[in-house]
């Protein structure tokens, strides 16, 4: 396995990861951002749980922009978890990331349930046996429901999360339906939603969501959020994601 070590951009945080396999994108930096508007209020208490966390990319980025105390990671594939423990150590942040090798579907979680403030989740978007499945098993399982469904991570979600906890995930606007009706069966309301898209002008092709562990119901639709302005340049909302200089 081929490893390159990555500058993230997010302070001198810096990333491990195998370009044969799977590298973070952009969906796991807005998730991160997303769920640390959330973080903040909490200051070191907050305890946060990313499932499906493949290389530790959203605990990582979580530490940088947070003071959580606790950030957890749950992870199946075997050669991500490593890399996700490997990221822990070359960051220094052995104190506050902590990294469990385990599936969504029957993590043995004794002791944890019902103690996280926050869990995030970037799952497989597409349906097992749908498309074209790739024939690396760790980059398959990264996009498609090989290894966990939808409803195995909102339900682990619910589970994991303290009565008003909050839920944050990412995914596709054309599994909205799905997603609402695995987190309501879950007692996960919806309470916001974040559509993304390629530019002013595009059809979104990112989907936020904020649930609350048996909340009310209400829904709020956000500001919609686009990755480029017209001309090709990232626009001011993502630069400042990026913490980059206008």
Not at 44 to 73: E, F, Q, W
Not at 123 to 133: A, L, M, N, V
Not at 135 to 144: E, F, L, P, T
């Amino acid at each position: 396995m081929d490893l390159r070590l990555d500058e993230t951009g997010f302070g001198t945080l810096k990333i491990f990861q195998c370009p044969e396999e799977f590298c973070y994108g952009i969906d796991a930096v807005l998730l991160a951002d997303y769920a640390a508007g959330a973080a903040k209020k909490q200051k070191n208490r907050c305890r946060i749980m990313d499932l499906g966390t493949g290389t530790g990319i959203v605990p990582l980025i979580l530490s940088h922009k947070t003071d959580a105390g606790y950030i957890a990671g749950l992870e199946v594939q075997e050669e991500s978890f490593a890399l996700a423990q490997k990221n822990v150590f070359c960051n220094n942040l052995e104190d506050r990331l902590h990294f469990f090798r385990g599936d969504v579907c029957d993590f043995n979680s004794e002791g944890m349930e019902g103690t996280f403030d926050i869990v995030t989740s970037n799952p497989p978007y597409i349906k097992s046996r749908c498309g074209i499945e790739s024939r690396n098993r760790v980059k398959a399982a990264a996009r498609q429901e090989t290894t966990g469904t939808l409803d195995d991570f909102v339900r682990c979600a619910a589970r994991m999360l303290k009565d008003k906890g909050e839920f944050f995930m990412v995914h596709r606007p054309s599994r909205l339906v799905d997603l609402c009706e695995s987190c309501r069966a879950n007692r996960l309301e919806p309470k916001e939603m974040v559509f993304v898209s390629g530019k002013p002008t595009s059809v979104p092709n990112i989907l936020l969501v904020r649930c609350v562990k048996n909340g009310k119901r209400e829904l709020r639709i956000a500001k919609p959020m686009y990755v480029h302005n017209e001309d090709g340049s990232y626009s001011k909302r993502i630069l400042k994601i990026y913490e980059k200089t206008m």
